[in-house]
């Protein structure tokens, strides 16, 4: 089978910058020099599997066609850090790495590239003894949790087979590598283009997160076969699209894959004058990769999961489950298959005998007590004009939220009018664009938190204004009934999502209690804490408010100049350094950015969320993860200096002491100094509780707030412990120092304020404004400051 594998002499390899030009050319002869390079350090292994871990480049198409050709099996690392990328290759039982990354003694430059060989051990793969393997991957988690597959040969090979024969490719064909190494249709791309000896062109990741430039590439070097995922096909540009399936485009085969068929979109471009093929392909990496593959004609509606591949076989049980069977059988975490697979997919069998996929199994829901379809209620609003796509999630069994991305502006009302009542949301999102995983695929987290943060931004003082709304005042109606009120289900839904968020106890259910008979306005009011209110005349005469606030001018007169998608939200606050943005997001992407024109210098993505804002000195950016480390990192290029393992995620900004000297707090409970151009840790601090807020330096001390309400100065030089006060409650916020050093305000979750001696911490003078803060404390002058509230106005203190 590994033979079977043959290379094309005609094979070439064109690779695209991230600016959408031309950086290189590779022929045969030069790729064949690059492979027995890497062959002759990988030598020594067989049977065994080989981790490969860079950015994509022709040099990967080398590495694997060597761990090929050795009889050995490769996976892909994303190369997010050294730590990340060791830890994977742990877990996967990795025998040798091929790294950009990972330094190790063995080096080659292989076709412009330092890479690094790292060998582990001789863990030789027992399913060899069964049949070859050819690669690894793991899955997305869409049919259950994740897993690891082990691919031999025999369950890739028919898909190349039946591709080459199906579509008649031929060398002068110009296939395109955008999809992400770690998503197995990238796999039937290379295997194709190595083995009709097309043209392959190259992608990187980064420049596939940007639909326009993508687009711009597809065109510009003529792609005649593309695979890509429904989404990501609808985020490209409308002018692009008109010109990929204009009469005259080069593009000859369309795969379109990973999600539901995309026909009213594609209906809105396809012309008598249309040459491109399109074709509506089903999988999963469980049998890697492609399942059945069906044409599309213009004018269909409804499009069925297409016959059977090469060596494949399907069965339909009886509740409706498609599963796939044939000689095509992977290895599941270790064990091979059984002989039928289970897609996760519901699928209804026609008179016809075809295959129409209507759903995953796990789209059956119940929301209170009533049991829903996802994908009924999708296919219903995708018919009604001006619906351009649509996704139902279910949110926490307790209703249904439609994301929709179209073309009305009062999107819900057109949907009442058309589709019948029973497949009406609870809410409903409209979206400009969809946000999109590392697989091209719909992030669904993405949209559940895009939901809950609108939802979140209802304030206390809102609750009158949201429940006027509804028709109910909360002045004449406190003792009346939400029952009799005719608060309907639809609308007690609606409130729940505006004020769940606010109520006193967190774990409440509040849709019950909505939709009882017997609960009242002024029950609510209580049950959201506006029953014990108190007034201005309750504070402390230290202090006044200042309630006149002015709108800043000229706001709705500014115009987007640039954006970045992130693919998940951003709560850390940019830092904006010499005509540079760096940011970070929850998709563990950070990125460089010019100012100026939103040009993208350079992109990592690290393992997990990252929510803290960075710190950025002496050419060094210094940013936390939630994998438990923080990373260190060269602000001209990206290049991850050394990160360091805490004992629990990172949420504050660490505070650079001096270069190459760095206070980074955890929630481990623990403050540790850095000496990250030596890679060791000076000391670590114990401070009692999690800690949210950035430490302050103060001479040759630092002051450190934890969420046990612990204060702590401590000495930079050993991390010895000079004073420590309590004050009661968690302190979310870092201090703000006064009067030049001497002393410093501190205020806690619960309102309480205090200006205390920064050399001993006692307590000077104290007041309480009795709401939430969570924010530092901002001094305007001398005598004057401000304290930013979760009711969200702003405080002004006057001394």
């Known amino acids: 089978m590994i033979n079977e594998l043959s290379i094309s002499e005609r094979f070439r390899m064109v690779a695209v910058d991230d600016d959408g030009e031309r950086s290189e050319t590779i022929h045969f002869r030069e790729l064949m020099d690059a492979v027995w390079i890497i062959r002759e350090r990988i030598a020594s292994q067989q ?16 590495a694997i066609i060597a ?43 292989v076709l412009g590239v330092k890479i690094y060989f790292t060998v582990y051990s001789q863990n030789r793969i027992e399913a060899f003894e069964v049949t070859p393997i050819c690669y690894v991957i793991e899955t997305s988690g869409t049919t259950g949790k994740p897993k690891s597959v082990m691919v031999p040969y025999s369950a890739i090979m028919p898909n190349i087979r039946d591709f080459r024969a199906r579509f008649s490719l031929l060398p002068s064909d110009v296939i395109l590598h955008s999809t992400a190494l ?33 687009a711009d590439v597809l065109l510009k070097f003529h792609a005649s076969f593309v695979q890509m995922t429904p989404s990501l096909l609808k985020l490209l540009p409308h002018s692009a699209l008109v010109k990929i399936f204009d009469e005259k485009s080069v593009l000859r085969i369309l795969l379109l894959g990973g999600e539901a068929f995309p026909s009213k979109f594609l209906s809105h471009y396809i012309s008598e004058g249309t040459r491109v093929n399109i074709f509506n392909v089903y999988g999963v990496t469980e049998v890697s ?7 599309w004609k213009s004018g269909e509606d409804e499009v069925d999961i297409g016959d059977p591949l090469l060596d494949t076989t399907f069965r339909v049980d009886s509740a409706g489950q498609l599963l796939i069977g044939g000689q095509r059988r992977c ?52 018919r009604v004009d001006g619906v351009y796509s649509a996704i139902a999630i279910g949110w926490r069994n307790k209703a249904v939220v439609l994301f929709v991305k179209g073309q009305h502006a009062d999107i819900a009302n057109n949907l009442r009018k058309q589709i019948p009542p029973k497949w009406f949301p609870h809410a409903i999102v409209p979206l400009s664009e969809w946000p999109l995983n590392r697989h091209g695929k719909v992030d669904r987290d993405a949209l559940l938190k895009i939901f809950e943060q609108q939802n979140s931004l209802t304030k206390r003082e809102d609750i009158a204004s949201v429940l006027a709304n509804y028709g109910i005042d909360t002045i004449k109606h406190q003792t009346a009934t939400f029952h009799s009120l005719g608060l309907t289900s639809l609308y007690a839904t609606e409130l729940m999502f505006k004020l769940e968020h606010l109520l006193k106890e967190p774990n409440f259910s509040l849709l019950p209690f909505l939709l009882s008979e017997t609960s009242t306005v002024g029950d609510l009011l ?21 309630t006149e606030i002015s709108p800043l001018k000229g706001i709705y007169e500014s115009s987007l100049i ?16 010499e005509g540079r943005v760096f940011i970070g997001s929850h998709s563990g992407r950070f990125v460089s950015i010019n100012i100026i024109d939103g040009h993208k210098n350079w992109e990592i993505r690290l393992p997990n969320r990252i929510e803290a804002t960075a710190a950025l000195q002496y050419g060094i950016i210094a940013v936390g993860c939630y994998d438990h480390f923080v990373y260190f990192i060269d602000q001209r290029n990206g290049t991850i200096v050394w990160s360091f393992e805490t004992g629990d995620i990172i949420k504050a900004t660490p505070t650079f002491v001096a270069e190459g000297e760095c206070i980074v707090a955890s929630h481990d409970h623990f403050a540790y100094l850095l000496d990250y151009n030596n890679r060791t840790k000076r000391w670590q601090l114990q401070c009692d509780g999690g800690i949210l807020a950035k430490p302050t330096l103060l001479h040759n001390f630092a002051i450190i707030a934890s969420l046990s309400g612990k204060l702590i100065c401590a000495s930079l030089k050993a991390g010895i412990p000079s004073w420590e006060v309590h004050v009661g409650s968690p302190l979310f916020a870092s201090i703000c120092l006064v009067e030049e050093g001497r002393n410093f305000i501190v205020a806690d979750v619960r309102g309480n304020v205090s200006l205390r001696d ?33 009711c969200g106005l702003p405080t002004v203190v006057d001394s």
Request: aromatic letters at 8%; glycine letters at 4%; proline letters at 4%.
């Open 47 to 62: 049977h065994c599997l080989i981790a490969i871990s860079m950015p994509k480049h022709p040099t990967i198409v080398a």
């Open 67 to 109: 761990i090929l050709q050795s009889q050995n099996a490769f996976v892909y690392v994303p190369p997010s850090s050294v730590e990340f990328v060791e830890s994977e290759c742990a877990r996967l039982r990795v025998s040798t790495l091929i790294s950009s990354i990972v330094f190790s003694d063995a080096t080659e430059v």
């Open 182 to 214: 770690s998503f197995d249709p990238s796999v039937v791309e290379l295997f194709l283009a190595l083995s009709i000896g097309s043209e392959l062109l190259i992608v990187s990741d980064s420049l596939r997160s940007r639909p326009a430039m993508l």
């Open 289 to 295: 990769c492609w399942a059945s593959c069906r044409q």
């Open 331 to 382: 290895f599941l975490d270790g064990q091979l298959a059984e002989e039928w697979t289970p897609t996760g997919d519901v699928v209804e069998r026609r008179c016809s005998g075809k295959l129409f996929w209507k759903g995953r199994c796990d789209d059956q829901i119940k929301v209170n007590g009533i049991r829903v379809n996802l994908t009924e209620i999708v296919n219903a609003v995708e």
């Open 526 to 546: 209580g049950l959201l804490h506006l029953d014990g209110a108190l007034s201005s005349d309750d504070r402390s005469e230290c202090f006044e408010t200042i």
């Open 562 to 577: 640039w954006e970045w998608d992130s693919l998940k939200c951003i709560d850390a606050t940019p830092i904006v350094h």
């Open 758 to 790: 920064c050399f001993t911490g006692s307590e000077i003078e104290s007041f309480a404004v009795n709401e939430s803060i969570f924010a530092v404390p901002q001094i305007i002058n001398s005598s004057m400051g401000v304290l930013l509230t979760q």
